[in-house]
């Protein structure tokens, strides 16, 4: 079974500029999340989807941070303009919809993003 | 609010035994999970409570108590391999999973 595909995996750009982030959850996976992890920190949910629509967004930063799931299959992440607090690796995960037992999330390999 | 706290930093010695703890003030629990997370790599599930007890999963254990608010990760006979960080994360009736800041477990030789 293939796991949560992200791209692209390391990023480096200026202030002020745009980044996007793709991400491709397990098939059949309805709930798809973001998360924001700083260096030596627990991963901070950004946003939380199911199917296509937003379920929690209270932490995203709107002004600067916006994130779509068009077809309730694949997601994007977009920062514009970035800041340097933004250096963090941006972890996509997915679940199955609630219900049974269990029903643990599943982290790609993250998107290293670091702002200079 | 939602507040999970975890110890910083641990060490111990291959071969020997560790206990992880993590208490947590959230609204709403459905279950408190476990994971395991080595340097530059995402993290990876290791176990689940969502009744009262211990669950045990080969050399990891994990228990719960809802009426504290506390659970641990027991890890037995730790390997080098086992050096990393462990995410206590509790999940909500929606889904949506909090994590704890991660305790940096180093196991010396």
């Known amino acids: 079974e293939a796991g949560v595909a992200q791209s692209p995996r390391y990023k480096i750009i200026e202030k002020r500029q745009s980044v996007a982030f793709w991400c491709n959850p397990i098939s059949g996976h309805a709930t798809l999340y973001w998360y924001q992890q700083i260096l030596g920190q627990g991963p901070k949910l950004l946003i939380q989807f199911q199917n296509n629509g937003v379920v929690d967004d209270s932490q995203l930063p709107k002004d600067r941070f916006s994130a779509e799931r068009l077809k309730g299959v694949d997601s994007t992440l977009k920062i514009q303009p970035a800041k340097l607090e933004d250096s963090a690796v941006y972890l996509c995960?997915?679940?199955?919809?609630?219900?049974?037992?269990?029903?643990?999330?599943?982290f790609g390999e993250g998107s290293w993003l670091t702002v200079v | 609010g939602q507040n999970i706290d975890q110890p910083t930093e641990m060490t111990a010695t291959e071969g020997a035994i560790v206990q992880i703890n993590c208490t947590y003030q959230t609204s709403g629990f459905n279950g408190l999970f476990w994971y395991q997370q080595h340097a530059g790599e995402a993290p990876t599930f290791l176990s689940y409570n969502v009744l009262d007890g211990l669950e045990e999963k080969g050399r990891f254990s994990s228990f719960l108590s809802r009426s504290k608010g506390y659970s641990y990760l027991l890890l037995k006979e730790l390997q080098m391999k086992d050096s990393a960080s462990y995410l206590c994360a509790v999940r909500s009736p929606q889904q949506n999973f909090v994590f704890g800041p991660g305790t940096r477990l180093s196991v010396l030789p």
């Open positions: 995960a997915s679940s199955l919809a609630p219900g049974g037992r269990g029903n643990t999330i599943y």
